[in-house]
DNA sequence: ACTAATGTTGAATCTAAAT
DNA sequence: CATTTAGATTCAACATTAG
């Protein structure tokens, strides 16, 4: 509490009090106790707020196993209403301790993201960006009723409209992706393995972990070294070790003792880099999946078009929603191929033929045309 | 205007005044043509309404007059709340519309979309989910101040939280993708080239068309063929063209005369698709239901025969009155098969196994061979 | 000590028809 | 309306166990 009260004016020299909250995490509400700090003293603020996840019953998976559902208490709101007000006090609580230069990170989903980024607008934030998080091993659609929830959003905004001289470093950006500029749209797995923290009854410390990676290029992109970074829902601390790591101050500000305790422990063991290898954080792409739609899609194979095996044996007709057919029996282009076989699985792209000016042309090297072009224009 | 005031009443037999506005194309503003339509006559709407809003000196109102460059505070408040206004009043008009398994779907980017988003969830729709369109070739940034803003958002979203039964398309979506869920991130290329529509000056004839492909996938997801899709802000006809080769009924509102001439001969080109390549995969969903005594009574399976799993673990009698049983412990195929896994669930069709001359033969095989049956006698 | 097979899990607004 | 019953539904990463 001494700690705080030294913090609660903002007479003083900011130098002077530094030691007293910086690269520490604070226990208790994220309202009151940004209502403690001295304004315009952080950076850089990264906030992960409960998402307001409005869960109905059980979900099992075709195995019937129960999925670990997201149901703790800080997560149950009474409406739209109060999940508002709520957002809209801690963002205002937040605004008050940018700098004039500074940037907010807010990540959320679909179920919070657009009252999160309204609230953004109407407290006078402006936003700069908003980025997809797109997981390379989201969790499937159990019930098959929706697409696969395969990505989560975050808002980037500064302070103010005209606060154009906000952090953001383009070329350490652009040297990361290949000398291409940075997108919006950025892919990482989920955390889990061995980055995912454990209690000691073995269960994940923390529902709602998130990937190292994510904070580094969010910290990478938006902060300089020795910058001060909040995150005002601490949980286990990603922001905080990785704040560490790069070498960026941070305070975190969390509820939950358990969350602490895990978090302290977790920073304690980080071992900063150096300035130089700061310097280069690279970013891999890997060889991109091409579902059989972009084919058509791009107008390489067109809806009713004949595709056979290199053997003329079999003939199926292109669908219009990417699916083939022999008479009225429609699949994919795998299990129609191991279908006329009679086989369990079979490899379409290799196994079917598009019949060309110059002979038949496997479609595989359709696929390789529509990746060329992908990575023709960066993506 | 003689088209719009049979439309105006919800009392015509629907088929009756159908060949009043279905694929057309109506004139005006679209929240006055759509309060004119009738109630519960749409299956799904497509929806690109305007994004400009904050962009420097060119900010207009929803009516398109120009809004004097915002300054302060209290400016841009009054045009987020100008905004949000024309947001409501469009959205409310687009709900009363739906059918009640009806859904909605609206694009935008970080400017329009979180407010759309917020507004579509205080009106009582419910999301269903977040898409990313993904640019494969999008704008770049020019001055080097931000990430490349390189996807756009869309939103799914049915007329209310307990409307179950809307159309989603998953097998075909699975099918098209290589037999992997569909997510929820897209990738596909802007509107570019000869799908570009040019204006008689050679330039662009709208400023925000948006490519077919994008459109197919929307309609081949979530719409059945003759279904009636509606585009409130119909533009150059892109939800028109495409519902049109889907073999879908389309409606358009559009204020300005220029985009209905170029939206009407684009629209009057397209030759649909034949209904053959239109097909879709089956869902198994949809298929017939098959009791398991119709097994016993088509002589498939012998009252007394043994079902047992896949690894010979259980063994189960058949009865004649189609439950089976495990010493005294009769019940449905599924219920027994839950009980034995002490699961609470169960698929009987996939778990039991008849021994055949050519080993374990599951009974999914047969309801098949019932099914394939049924379908030769037409019932 | 390897490889192969099997099991576990992740921010999830996750069914549909018959009674 | 609510309740019951049928029966449809998963991908990638990682950990563990079996061979």
């Known amino acids: 509490m001494a700690k705080l009260r030294a913090a609660t004016t903002t007479r003083l ?28 003293s952080i950076d850089v603020i990264f906030a992960d707020p409960p998402y307001n996840l409005q869960l109905g019953g059980d979900l099992h998976r075709p195995d019937q196993s129960k999925v670990d ?5 800080w997560d149950r709101f009474e409406s739209f209403a109060t999940y508002d007000n709520f957002t ?7 605004r008050r301790l940018l700098k004039p230069n500074g940037t907010i990170w807010v990540i959320g989903s679909y179920h919070n993201i657009f009252r999160v980024g309204s609230i953004v607008q109407d407290l006078g934030f402006w936003l700069l960006n908003d980025i997809v998080w797109r997981k ?7 019930r098959g009723r929706r697409f696969q929830n395969a990505h989560e959003t975050m808002i980037w905004a500064s302070r103010d409209q005209n606060a154009k001289a906000y952090t953001f470093n383009y070329d350490a950006m652009k040297a990361a992706n290949d000398d291409l500029q940075m997108r919006s749209d950025w892919l990482f797995p989920i955390c889990s393995g061995g980055e995912r923290l454990k209690a000691e009854d073995g269960r994940k410390a923390h529902p709602t972990q998130k990937p190292e990676a994510l904070l580094a290029r969010v910290l990478l992109s938006s902060t300089k070294p020795g910058d001060v970074v909040l995150d005002p829902f601490f949980g286990t601390g990603t922001t905080g070790a990785v704040a560490k790591r790069l070498g960026r101050h941070f305070v975190g500000i969390e509820r939950e003792e358990a969350y602490i305790t895990a978090a302290q ?10 300035l130089h290898t700061l310097q280069t954080v690279g970013s891999k792409r890997a060889e991109p999946r091409v579902p059989f739609t972009s084919l058509i899609e791009a107008g390489l194979v067109a809806p009713g078009a004949e595709l056979t095996d290199s053997r003329g044996r079999w003939t199926a007709n292109v669908r219009a929603d990417g ?23 079979c490899n379409g792209w290799t196994f079917w033929h598009l019949r060309s000016p110059k002979g038949l042309q496997v479609i595989d090297e359709l696929r390789q045309e529509i990746r060329d072009r992908m ?3 960066g993506a």
């Open 13 to 40: 020299d900011p130098q002077a009090d530094r030691a007293e909250w910086l690269d520490t995490i604070i226990r208790g509400d994220c309202i009151a106790k940004m209502e403690a700090l001295p304004a315009g």
């Open 69 to 73: 559902a997201v149901d703790d208490d």
């Open 88 to 94: 809209r006090a801690w963002l205002l609580a937040a």
């Open 136 to 142: 390379a091993n989201p969790m499937p659609n159990f």
């Open 265 to 274: 422990a977790r920073i304690d063991a980080i071992e900063p880099l150096d």
């Open 323 to 345: 699916t083939i057919a022999i008479g009225d029996h429609a699949a994919s282009i795998h299990r129609l191929g191991a279908k006329v076989q009679g086989l369990d699985a």
């Open 375 to 377: 990575a023709l224009v």
